[in-house]
């Protein structure tokens, strides 16, 4: 009785083990989806705007054109926010000591001297 116990835990374990290394798996797919997502981004909004293009010029189409414009503006525009979020977060997050160069003028209060009004 005690060895069946054992061995449906061991069976147990391991399926628990299989589900964790495909979550990990599934989350390394999505940080690196993430850390190239602006140039993604670019690449859609880039081919919709060539294909936005070719309906205008080649296939005679205004409606499908002017989707496939609106569509690769807003590309270029996600893209422009996405990389303005990046650089706004590697301000924030790496510079977490206060440099030093930015506070050596800075009088104290005790020294600095009023001005006489005349």
Known sequence: ME??????????????????????VVLT???????????????????NMAVAVLYFTWWNSMAWGIL?????FAGFL?????????KIHRQT??????????ETNVPEEGKVRPTEVS
């Open 29 to 47: 797919f999505l940080i690196k989806i993430g850390k190239y997502l602006p140039w993604i981004v670019l690449g859609f909004a880039a081919g």
């Open 78 to 86: 996600f893209f422009a926010q996405l990389v303005r979020r990046r």
């Open 68 to 72: 496939n414009l609106v569509l690769a």
């Open 93 to 102: 997050y790496r510079h977490t000591r206060k440099d030093a160069h930015t």
């Open 3 to 24: 060895q069946k116990d054992l061995s449906s835990s061991s069976s147990k374990t391991t399926a628990d083990t299989a589900k964790i290394e495909g979550v990990i």
